[in-house]
């Protein structure tokens, strides 16, 4: 849909003429919403359509000048589309993968060509969503890297480079924050009250209701028997998120979510199984543990050169992840608080952390000299 807005003609692939029909047809329903709201014309509607070819011939790929897998985060069926892609897209293509988590050189390896290779991560809703992280592999070429930001804003998205790394820039700084977000729930606090300290501060939604939208079976091993935290056992019951209607929350037909009971037993019985004693959580313990945390995992990312400034960082969680704007993002913000206030709050629960914390070293240089993280 980003590229049919945009005038451009798309060839969209499918293993199974099911997935196909339900792919297409979303993407009709969806134009078709935007008509009846005004936003566009039924001609707009039927004139993008018009530009898509849906197809069950992989071989229809061949005319294609940029090929965008988006198959889910496994990195064996990932390899695999690229060694097909490799010999059937043109010279010159670019093979570009949707992956949010994996190695993008380990994608390029198997590849003849792995200058041609480059991430294009998309966030979801991808028609909707802003953000575009562009990835550059170890060999992805200069003008691959510049051809996909300029696609990137041709289709109306906020581009931003990123390194290889798991999780980019944005998942990657997400993980602390999910993990201490689940650590929580197993010491005491609910999904809601979680959940309710990022709204506050002005989030669109807290870190349950993002897992629910996004599904909590994202990156999900796929064996049921296999149970080893809280997402496992919610995904072996088939609660993968709101498109299951169940996730952390229950949904119903609005997609409004209500506390689970179901939920809050799998939570207890974790609880139970590690021996802990639930205990009163506070708000503060909460924003130091999945808010603080998140300043912390961007600075690593600066010092390890995944991000090229600040500002990046700042831009994929304004445009990606909905951090208020009124605080400029999450790195800005942390300059505007204080970097002393954010190394403290670290430091006061440190003894509850992750045993794989560890405080990034230009966060408590620039906390104790005074520098902006910025500079």
Same mark, same amino acid.
């Given at each position: 849909?980003?590229?049919? /807005?945009?005038?451009?003609?798309?060839?969209?692939?499918?293993?199974?003429?099911?997935?196909?029909?339900?792919?297409?047809?979303?993407?009709?329903?969806?134009?078709?919403?935007?008509?009846?709201?005004?936003?566009?014309?039924?001609?707009?509607?039927?004139?993008?359509?018009?530009?898509?070819?849906?197809?069950?011939?992989?071989?229809?790929?061949?005319?294609?000048?940029?090929?965008?897998?988006?198959?889910?985060?496994?990195?064996?069926?990932?390899?695999?589309?690229?060694?097909?892609?490799?010999?059937?897209?043109?010279?010159g293509?670019?093979l570009? /993968?949707?992956?949010?988590? +994996?190695?993008?050189?380990?994608?390029?390896?198997? !590849?003849a060509?792995?200058?041609?290779?480059?991430?294009?991560?998309?966030?979801?809703?991808?028609?909707?969503?802003? +953000?575009?992280?562009?990835?550059?592999?170890?060999?992805?070429?200069?003008?691959? +890297?510049?051809?996909?930001?300029?696609?990137? @804003?041709?289709?109306?998205?906020?581009?931003?480079?990123a390194?290889?790394?798991?999780?980019?820039?944005? %998942?990657?700084?997400?993980?602390?924050? $999910?993990?201490?977000?689940? !650590?929580?729930?197993?010491?005491?606090?609910t999904?809601?009250?979680?959940? $309710?300290?990022?709204?506050?501060?002005?989030?669109?939604?807290?870190?349950?209701?993002?897992?629910?939208?996004?599904?909590?079976d994202i990156?999900?091993? @796929?064996?049921?028997?296999?149970?080893?935290?809280?997402?496992?056992?919610?995904?072996?019951?088939?609660r993968?998120?709101?498109?299951?209607?169940?996730?952390?929350?229950d949904?119903?037909?609005?997609?409004?979510?209500?506390?689970?009971?179901?939920?809050q037993?799998? =939570?207890?019985?974790?609880?139970?199984? $590690?021996?802990?004693?639930?205990?009163? =959580?506070?708000?503060?313990?909460?924003?130091?543990?999945?808010?603080? !945390?998140?300043?912390?995992?961007?600075?690593?990312?600066?010092?390890?050169?995944?991000?090229?400034?600040?500002?990046?960082?700042?831009?994929?969680?304004?445009?990606?992840?909905?951090?208020? @704007?009124?605080?400029?993002?999450?790195?800005?913000?942390?300059?505007?608080?204080g970097?002393?206030?954010?190394?403290?709050?670290?430091?006061?629960? @440190?003894?509850?952390?992750?045993?794989?914390?560890?405080?990034?070293?230009? +966060?408590?240089?620039?906390?104790?000299?005074?520098?902006?993280?910025? %500079?």
């Amino acid at each position: 849909m980003n590229f049919l /807005s945009a005038g451009i003609p798309v060839t969209l692939f499918e293993q199974t003429r099911e997935a196909l029909d339900r792919g297409t047809g979303v993407m009709r329903r969806n134009y078709e919403a935007s008509a009846i709201r005004g936003r566009i014309t039924d001609a707009q509607v039927e004139s993008a359509m018009a530009l898509l070819a849906p197809t069950l011939d992989f071989g229809a790929l061949v005319d294609c000048d940029l090929i965008i897998e988006a198959v889910y985060e496994n990195m064996d069926v990932k390899k695999d589309i690229f060694i097909r892609l490799d010999t059937v897209a043109k010279p010159g293509a670019i093979l570009a /993968s949707n992956t949010s988590y +994996l190695d993008l050189d380990e994608i390029a390896s198997v !590849t003849a060509r792995p200058q041609d290779v480059v991430g294009m991560h998309f966030f979801s809703p991808a028609n909707v969503v802003k +953000l575009l992280e562009v990835v550059r592999g170890a060999k992805t070429a200069a003008d691959v +890297l510049v051809t996909a930001m300029l696609i990137g @804003r041709k289709i109306g998205k906020v581009p931003v480079v990123a390194g290889v790394c798991y999780g980019f820039i944005g %998942n990657r700084m997400l993980l602390p924050q $999910q993990g201490e977000a689940t !650590t929580l729930l197993l010491e005491g606090a609910t999904p809601a009250q979680v959940d $309710q300290v990022h709204t506050d501060f002005g989030m669109p939604m807290g870190p349950f209701q993002m897992a629910d939208l996004a599904g909590v079976d994202i990156g999900w091993h @796929r064996d049921p028997a296999r149970v080893e935290s809280i997402r496992d056992a919610l995904c072996a019951r088939e609660r993968w998120g709101q498109k299951a209607k169940a996730g952390f929350y229950d949904y119903d037909e609005e997609r409004k979510p209500h506390p689970s009971p179901v939920t809050q037993q799998i =939570i207890e019985d974790f609880r139970n199984r $590690q021996g802990r004693a639930p205990r009163a =959580i506070s708000e503060e313990e909460i924003t130091v543990r999945t808010l603080y !945390t998140v300043i912390n995992e961007g600075a690593l990312i600066l010092e390890e050169g995944i991000a090229q400034r600040a500002s990046d960082i700042d831009l994929v969680w304004l445009y990606g992840y909905g951090w208020p @704007r009124s605080t400029g993002g999450p790195m800005h913000w942390a300059d505007a608080i204080g970097l002393k206030t954010i190394v403290d709050g670290l430091t006061a629960y @440190r003894n509850r952390l992750g045993k794989d914390f560890r405080l990034s070293p230009i +966060l408590a240089d620039c906390a104790a000299s005074g520098k902006s993280i910025g %500079n």
